[in-house]
């Protein structure tokens, strides 16, 4: 089983000595007051992750051995928040669901103005923060002496595990010690990852040497080229570009790096602060000495929520207990308001004392206000960090095992479309579904890649099994007449097959195929494998030449899987211009204006400061690279997206410290090519 501490435990050598955690506090100086101090009301715990597939293994485990009567998931209270207070009483006003996303959407068009829509914002600004619903806490656990039931009523939800009708704060104000039994996909794609190079390579790979990865040439090749698609929390736009900026290719960029992309360090400009100062180390002062001092390392900006503690007790003299109650409390996670009023007086009278101009303390509490609620504890960071260099190794040396990994994992930034480029892009040559080859997830051999049966639209899964149950005990099948003599499958889920080309191994094309099919099964919805003691001779029938046309496989695929596989986006368009050049062209290009062609990846929406919504976006070009787009007020609200799809740019190719993007004048989505099935 693959597990991680992603909290402040890794603050502790203890934690470091026992393996709860590949985080070397000492390399790091960390502080264990973050973790534990006289002070801390509420008691300490790790935050340990699992792969999302042995989540439920780790509560089952935890119920049986506890005892249901003492065990039970945390509750937790949702509040009424600005989208969802609009969608409410949208609701309750009796909007359509269209008119209800455009309103939550661009709450300021408009076009959104009238009577009904004025109300729901009046009543909306009243009722921020009021409880809406009883919800299930992310992953806490409680485990008691007691019956839990002897302090709560308890509810039973789908999922089988009852769960308290009251929230941590509670629970922590009763004397519980929550545990939390987390999960993500980015330990599954590690874990599989490991799984598959042994099947396919026969290599074993220690994903705990990470200090051996930190040191790895190609890994800090592929940080710095920000070459991380499929890669844990580095993979998105923002991060891939933060990374390139900051030409990161070292362990203690990279903590900082998944620490400044935070909202609160971006928000408050010290993002770009920090990255400016990192280009530029002997060109900036330092507030006050302490700042030298203590954070060096970061240039002067607090990036990590230990950076608050440090100022706080070196800047301002509160002492570390103290110092962690005030960055608990402006983490939302301290709810003792007068505590916290008094921290934060004994902060401005202390920095007044040491003679501080007030418009230094001020500009220090601003900082350290600013990020507080959203920036990561440096070991946070540091255990994301380690995670991204497994990550690294693992695409570094066996890129196809490990994006093979990251498409049965279902979890990423981007569609499985995108991990699907990405795994040609690096080698693999990917194959449709195939009846004899394919597993129900995807599986690889060699660099052959087959997409697995779960993949394809409308196939039940009891299908998939009773073909692979099938497969696995009597063989390959022969033909189709052999399989559907052997296979339990109905005409229906035949034809998503064959459509899918799953039965190409027989050398016949899809439209006899269905032919045959349609003979053999009728109009049957079902048929049971029949054993057979002597085969009857086959009746053979001539059918006409029935021409077989690569764009109706190419709509066939998109219908049935999502995506096109045997053809790219770019292949189905009307035109074929592919733009007037390619990525990787852009940085000798800076400062011109030009066209290009993209594939829609994503897409981030922002408000400007007159509140007016801007886009930055992601696309892919003919030869599968990515490419960035800032689309400002007036070049959107005139070219708007127009969904998912290739897209034809004209903009300026602008540059920031190596990192190109293309600001765009105009936009215009491009036709494909007619579906000639209809």
Same mark, same amino acid.
């Not at 609009?86 to 006003?93: D, N």
């Not at 569609?415 to 449709?432: D, F, K, M, P, S």
């Not at 060699?446 to 005990?473: C, M, P, T």
């Not at 004209?650 to 190109?660: A, C, Q």
């Given at each position: 089983?693959?597990?991680?501490?992603?909290?402040?435990?890794?603050?502790?050598?203890?934690?470091?000595?026992?393996?709860?955690?590949?985080?070397?506090?000492? /390399?790091?100086?960390?502080?264990?007051?973050?973790?534990?101090?006289?002070?801390?009301?509420?008691?300490?715990?790790?935050?340990?992750?699992?792969?999302?597939?042995?989540?439920?293994?780790?509560?089952?485990?935890?119920?049986?051995?506890?005892?249901?009567?003492?065990?039970?998931?945390?509750?937790?209270?949702?509040?009424?928040?600005?989208?969802?207070?609009?969608?409410?009483?949208?609701?309750?006003? *009796? +909007?359509?669901?269209?008119?209800?996303?455009?309103?939550?959407?661009?709450? =300021?068009?408009?076009?959104?103005?009238?009577?009904?829509?004025?109300?729901? @914002?009046?009543?909306?600004?009243?009722?921020?923060?009021?409880?809406?619903?009883?919800?299930?806490?992310?992953?806490?656990?409680?485990?008691?002496?007691?019956?839990?039931?002897?302090?709560?009523?308890?509810?039973?939800?789908?999922?089988?595990?009852? #769960?308290?009708?009251?929230?941590?704060?509670?629970?922590? /104000?009763?004397?519980?010690?929550?545990?939390?039994?987390?999960?993500?996909? *980015?330990?599954?794609?590690?874990?599989?990852?490991? /799984?598959?190079?042994?099947?396919?390579?026969?290599?074993?790979?220690?994903?705990?040497?990470?200090?051996?990865?930190?040191?790895?040439?190609?890994?800090?090749?592929?940080?710095?080229?920000?070459?991380?698609?499929?890669?844990?929390?580095?993979?998105?736009?923002?991060?891939?570009?933060?990374?390139?900026?900051?030409?990161?290719?070292?362990?203690?960029?990279?903590?900082?790096?998944?620490?400044?992309?935070?909202?609160?360090?971006?928000?408050?400009?010290?993002?770009?602060?920090?990255?400016?100062?990192?280009?530029?180390?002997?060109?900036?002062?330092?507030?006050?000495?302490? @700042?030298?001092?203590?954070?060096?390392? #970061?240039?002067?900006?607090?990036?990590?929520?230990?950076?608050?503690?440090?100022?706080?007790?070196?800047?301002?003299?509160?002492?570390?207990?103290?110092?962690?109650?005030?960055?608990?409390?402006?983490?939302?996670?301290?709810?003792?308001?007068?505590?916290?009023?008094?921290?934060?007086?004994?902060?401005?009278?202390?920095?007044?004392?040491?003679?501080?101009? =007030?418009?230094?303390?001020?500009?220090?509490?601003?900082?350290?206000?600013?990020?507080?609620?959203?920036?990561?504890?440096?070991?946070?960071?540091?255990?994301?960090?380690?995670?991204?260099?497994?990550?690294?190794?693992?695409?570094?040396?066996?890129?196809?095992?490990?994006?093979?990994?990251?498409? &049965? &994992?279902?979890?990423?930034?981007?569609?499985?479309?995108?991990?699907?480029?990405?795994?040609?892009?690096?080698?693999?040559?990917?194959?449709?579904?195939?009846?004899?080859?394919?597993?129900?997830?995807?599986?690889?051999?060699?660099?052959?890649?087959?997409?697995?049966?779960?993949?394809?639209?409308? +196939?039940?899964?009891?299908?998939?099994?009773?073909? +692979?149950?099938?497969?696995?005990?009597?063989?390959?099948?022969?033909?189709?007449? =052999?399989?559907?003599?052997?296979?339990?499958?109905?005409?229906?889920?035949?034809?998503?097959?064959?459509?899918?080309?799953?039965?190409?191994?027989?050398?016949?094309?899809?439209?006899?195929?269905?032919?045959?099919?349609?003979?053999?099964? *009728?109009?049957?919805?079902?048929?049971?494998?029949?054993?057979?003691?002597?085969?009857?001779?086959?009746?053979?029938?001539?059918?006409?030449? !029935?021409?077989?046309?690569?764009?109706?496989?190419?709509?066939?695929?998109?219908?049935?899987?999502?995506?096109?596989?045997?053809?790219?986006?770019?292949? !189905?368009?009307?035109?074929?211009?592919?733009?007037?050049? @390619?990525?990787?062209?852009?940085?000798?290009?800076?400062?011109?204006?030009?066209?290009?062609?993209?594939?829609?990846?994503?897409?981030?929406?922002?408000?400007?400061?007159?509140?007016?919504?801007?886009?930055?976006?992601?696309?892919?070009?003919?030869?599968? /690279?990515?490419?960035?787009?800032?689309?400002?007020?007036?070049?959107?609200? &005139?070219?708007?997206?127009?969904?998912?799809?290739?897209?034809?740019?004209?903009?300026?190719?602008?540059?920031? !410290?190596?990192?190109?993007?293309? #600001?765009?004048?105009?936009?215009?989505? !491009?036709?494909?090519?007619?579906?000639?099935?209809?």
């Amino acid at each position: 089983m693959c597990i991680r501490d992603r909290g402040s435990g890794a603050n502790s050598v203890v934690a470091y000595c026992l393996k709860i955690t590949d985080v070397d506090p000492i /390399e790091l100086d960390l502080y264990f007051e973050r973790f534990i101090n006289p002070k801390r009301t509420s008691p300490p715990d790790f935050d340990i992750d699992y792969s999302w597939k042995e989540r439920d293994e780790v509560l089952d485990y935890l119920f049986k051995r506890y005892g249901e009567k003492h065990t039970s998931l945390l509750g937790t209270i949702s509040t009424f928040r600005d989208r969802s207070i609009v969608r409410e009483l949208g609701k309750v006003y *009796g +909007l359509p669901k269209s008119e209800i996303d455009h309103l939550v959407q661009y709450p =300021d068009d408009m076009m959104n103005r009238s009577q009904i829509t004025e109300k729901i @914002m009046y009543i909306g600004h009243k009722i921020i923060d009021f409880p809406n619903q009883r919800s299930i806490h992310a992953g806490g656990v409680l485990i008691s002496e007691e019956p839990i039931s002897s302090y709560t009523a308890l509810d039973m939800p789908p999922k089988g595990f009852q #769960t308290t009708q009251w929230d941590m704060y509670v629970a922590e /104000e009763i004397g519980f010690e929550k545990l939390d039994i987390l999960s993500q996909r *980015g330990i599954g794609h590690i874990k599989e990852c490991v /799984e598959i190079v042994l099947d396919n390579q026969k290599r074993r790979i220690d994903v705990h040497d990470v200090e051996a990865f930190k040191k790895d040439p190609k890994v800090k090749a592929q940080l710095k080229r920000g070459e991380t698609n499929g890669c844990f929390y580095i993979e998105s736009p923002a991060m891939r570009g933060l990374l390139k900026k900051l030409h990161c290719d070292n362990y203690i960029s990279l903590v900082a790096a998944s620490s400044i992309i935070r909202p609160g360090v971006a928000k408050s400009g010290m993002m770009r602060e920090y990255i400016w100062r990192f280009h530029h180390p002997g060109e900036f002062e330092y507030i006050h000495p302490v @700042m030298e001092e203590q954070l060096s390392e #970061t240039f002067g900006v607090m990036v990590y929520q230990e950076d608050v503690i440090k100022i706080c007790h070196h800047f301002a003299g509160l002492d570390l207990a103290d110092a962690d109650v005030l960055r608990r409390a402006m983490s939302g996670k301290f709810r003792s308001k007068t505590e916290f009023k008094r921290i934060a007086a004994r902060y401005f009278e202390n920095c007044r004392e040491r003679g501080y101009p =007030d418009e230094m303390a001020r500009e220090v509490w601003r900082q350290i206000e600013s990020f507080a609620g959203y920036s990561f504890s440096k070991a946070h960071s540091a255990s994301y960090a380690v995670e991204s260099f497994q990550s690294l190794y693992l695409k570094s040396h066996f890129p196809l095992e490990f994006m093979v990994a990251v498409i &049965n &994992n279902f979890g990423g930034f981007y569609r499985t479309w995108v991990y699907v480029n990405e795994a040609r892009r690096c080698g693999a040559i990917i194959n449709l579904p195939c009846i004899n080859l394919s597993q129900y997830k995807t599986s690889i051999r060699g660099k052959d890649v087959y997409l697995g049966f779960v993949h394809i639209a409308n +196939l039940e899964s009891k299908v998939i099994s009773a073909v +692979l149950g099938e497969r696995e005990q009597n063989g390959p099948f022969k033909s189709l007449e =052999d399989f559907t003599s052997r296979a339990s499958i109905g005409i229906e889920q035949l034809v998503i097959l064959i459509r899918c080309n799953a039965f190409r191994f027989t050398g016949k094309g899809k439209k006899v195929l269905l032919w045959e099919a349609h003979m053999q099964l *009728g109009k049957s919805t079902k048929t049971r494998p029949e054993k057979k003691l002597f085969q009857s001779p086959k009746k053979e029938f001539t059918l006409p030449y !029935l021409e077989e046309d690569g764009l109706e496989d190419a709509y066939d695929e998109i219908e049935l899987l999502g995506f096109p596989v045997t053809v790219t986006a770019f292949d !189905l368009l009307k035109t074929s211009f592919r733009g007037a050049l @390619m990525s990787q062209d852009l940085m000798k290009q800076v400062g011109k204006t030009i066209r290009m062609v993209g594939n829609l990846v994503a897409i981030k929406n922002v408000k400007t400061v007159k509140k007016e919504w801007m886009h930055f976006a992601t696309f892919l070009d003919a030869r599968g /690279e990515f490419f960035d787009t800032v689309h400002f007020p007036k070049s959107l609200q &005139n070219y708007p997206f127009r969904g998912y799809g290739v897209y034809l740019i004209l903009g300026e190719i602008t540059e920031e !410290l190596g990192f190109p993007s293309i #600001t765009v004048e105009k936009m215009a989505k !491009l036709p494909w090519q007619s579906d000639p099935r209809y």
